[in-house]
């Protein structure tokens, strides 16, 4: 089968998790990925929960490897001038060049747009940043904590009527809807690289995903300037949307807004009476009375286990899901029938389950290439690429340049 971006050249000088996101997907599909990680390597190593691990045994680095598998990793000091000379070096025979670093630290280190396409015509400059390259906010450092959730408006929309704290989020969300709208923008670029020969600069930013994650709300505020009212579960506008508690403490949830679900849910649910009873007659009456017909919606759903009724749901093609926790996705009959969770190694050998990419391709070879590179583990290969002597590598190390053990 064909690796869809074999032969694609990719310089990655990013952290965290939604460039080297990105670049990760591009590796999957076959791209020859070069991370240039600091001395220290990337802050993300070691930074999130390590999955518990026989005593004895080395930790595994699960969400670094998500977000770094496949790559090769070397480790410069860009703020030395060698060191940024030897990544605008690799820049000058790659295909895209990818980062989050604030455009003043782009510029500062000559990894900038203009000076890279100075080298490199046909370059894809990729850059990720919290707030976009312009406006006042261009300079702001963000995460997707502050600018995604924060300032992208998802956290006060996700919020309970009455809370005054904001929900606790997951790691990564916000980073990952990025890392995907970063990843589509290099392969429209190379598209348009390909085409006409001119190199392509893509600007993705935490902001502007929250914009897109939110687009169903924010574009009627865009119209009306209105914020939608928070809603808990007795304001909500469809009688079969949202979730139930069952007899097991387990939560279903329910999405069926069109009318035509309402008669065999009340039959299924063994309340056929609700049909006819005038509160509940139409959307408008259902809508009106949701907190006395939640309140008898939970009464019903209280008296099975969630199995039950979800075989009893199943049978009628209605449409539900469980609120699953992440253990039961991870051991979800079909997420595995679907190969959501390929098996990887580490740098031990060891063998474990991570996540794919949430897109393929039939018939081309798409899919994890190998293991995150330990920090600096191909300085040596990648510098003698560049036709960096023996010496002179020598002397790199030497003076704090790069690292890594394989240098």
């Not at 904590?145 to 300032?151: D, S």
């Not at 049978?315 to 979800?332: K, L, N, Q, Y």
């Not at 009959?333 to 391709?361: K, Y």
């Amino acid at each position: 089968m064909t690796a869809p971006l074999a032969g694609v050249r990719v310089v990655e000088v990013a952290n965290w998790m939604a460039a080297p996101g990105a670049a990760a997907l591009m590796a999957d599909m076959g791209a020859d990925v070069v991370k240039v990680e600091p001395l220290r390597g990337d802050a993300m190593r070691g930074a999130t929960r390590q999955p518990h691990v026989p005593e004895g045994q080395d930790p595994v680095d699960a969400a670094f490897e998500m977000d770094n598998r496949g790559k090769r990793s070397i480790a410069v000091a860009i703020n030395e001038a060698r060191g940024a000379d030897l990544v605008r070096r690799l820049a000058t025979g790659a295909d895209v060049f990818l980062c989050n670093l604030l455009p003043a630290r782009q510029a500062r280190f000559g990894l900038d747009a203009a000076t890279l396409h100075g080298l490199n015509p046909r370059l894809v400059h990729a850059t990720l940043t919290g707030y976009g390259p312009a406006g006042p906010d261009a300079t702001r450092p963000g995460y997707d904590l502050t600018a995604f959730f924060g300032r992208g408006a998802v956290l006060d929309a996700m919020s309970e009527p009455g809370n005054p704290a904001p929900p606790r989020l997951r790691p990564a969300q916000g980073d990952h809807v990025a890392a995907l709208a970063l990843f589509g923008g290099v392969l429209a670029a190379l598209r348009v690289v390909e085409a006409t020969g001119e190199g392509q600069v893509v600007d993705v930013s935490l902001l502007g995903s929250a914009a897109w994650t939110m687009s169903s709300d924010l574009s009627a505020t865009l119209v009306d300037g209105v914020t939608p009212t928070p809603q808990g579960r007795v304001a909500r506008p469809h009688a079969l949307h949202g979730g139930f508690r069952c007899a097991d403490r387990r939560w279903i949830l329910l999405f069926m807004p069109e009318p035509h679900w309402w008669p065999p849910f009340c039959e299924a649910v063994g309340h056929p009476e609700w049909v006819a009873d005038e509160r509940f007659a139409d959307r408008a009456a259902r809508a009106a009375n949701m907190p006395e017909l939640t309140r008898l919606m939970d009464e019903a759903f209280a008296t099975r286990p969630l199995p039950e009724w979800g075989a009893i749901f199943d049978e009628r093609g209605f449409i539900w899901g469980p609120a699953s926790t992440v253990a039961e996705f991870a051991a979800d009959e079909q997420a595995a029938a679907d190969g959501l969770f390929p098996e990887i190694g580490d740098a031990s050998g060891r063998r474990f389950r991570t996540v794919r990419a949430p897109l393929r391709l039939r018939g081309a070879d798409v899919g994890p290439r190998g293991r995150a590179p330990r920090v600096g583990e191909h300085t040596a290969a990648v510098l003698t690429g560049l036709g960096v002597g023996a010496d002179d590598l020598a002397a790199l190390v030497r003076d704090g340049v790069v690292a890594g053990p394989a240098a």
